[in-house]
């Protein structure tokens, strides 16, 4: 053999001890294990990688979707609530309109000496269903000057028997308020302000979608005795408020 030739590989695994040897293999052994024990865990990392990536965009999209589903949901819930009103106010609006309405009109008054005195209403329903449960109330009474007249009802006249009033009907209300003819001094006292004949009264009712109502005048006798004047108050009836569906 020439000596001053390199060995190859083989002469030299060849000359190499078996001990030696084994250690070579196990180190070449133990170094693939590493390797590919690394790339297993490399390969794990990229999936686990992955999988949280597609994990973080369906927590995302189910995020997304929830919050569309709660606009959604409050847009919905303020239709609803828009649609509701919409319908209240159409029943309500029905109900005006096919309501039963009372007023009193036609207030007429007279006096005068010697004769007896006459005041007379009229109650008319001018609504376009019946009135039922009417119940009409008036009173004559005679307040001093400068005194401030109170509408009570304690012993007032009553008129129930007209429990229904149909719709374009009307009750007559006709009255003497000095119970007698009339002297000079009582007609006096009128003409100079120092008594004044009061005409006031209610009408209660219910429409026939069972809400309930009321209605009020207030008159004087005017001065000369020929008519009746409507008070600065005590005119009125009740608010729309308490007719909500």
Not at 21 to 31: D, L, Q
Not at 140 to 155: A, C, L, P, Q
Not at 189 to 218: M, Q
């Amino acid at each position: 053999m020439n000596e001053g030739r390199p060995r190859t590989l083989r002469e030299k695994w060849r000359l190499t001890s078996l001990s030696n040897k084994t250690i070579s293999v196990a180190t070449v052994v133990i170094a693939l294990s590493s390797v590919m024990q690394f790339a297993t865990a490399l390969l794990q990392w990229n999936e686990m990688s992955n999988s949280g990536k597609q994990t973080e965009k369906i927590v995302n999209a189910d995020d997304r979707l929830a919050g569309a589903n709660e606009r959604f949901a409050t847009a919905m819930e303020a239709s609803l609530g828009q649609a509701q009103k919409s319908l209240s106010a159409i029943v309500l609006t029905a109900r005006l309109d096919q309501r039963a309405w009372l007023s009193f009109e036609d207030v007429y008054g007279s006096a005068r000496v010697g004769s007896p005195g006459v005041i007379s209403a009229v109650v008319k329903n001018t609504g376009k269903t019946p009135a039922i449960n009417v119940l009409i109330q008036y009173f004559v009474k005679n307040i001093k000057s400068g005194d401030k007249i109170e509408f009570t009802y304690r012993g007032i006249q009553s008129e129930p028997s007209r429990g229904l009033l149909p719709p374009n009907a009307d009750f007559h209300i006709v009255m003497n308020p000095t119970l007698g003819p009339l002297v000079a001094e009582e007609m006096n006292r009128i003409r100079s302000g120092e008594k004044r004949v009061y005409f006031y009264g209610r009408a209660t009712y219910d429409d026939i979608f069972s809400r309930h109502h009321w209605v009020t005048f207030c008159s004087f006798l005017s001065p000369d005795g020929g008519a009746m004047v409507y008070c600065s108050e005590y005119n009125g009836t009740d608010r729309q408020e308490d007719i909500q569906p």
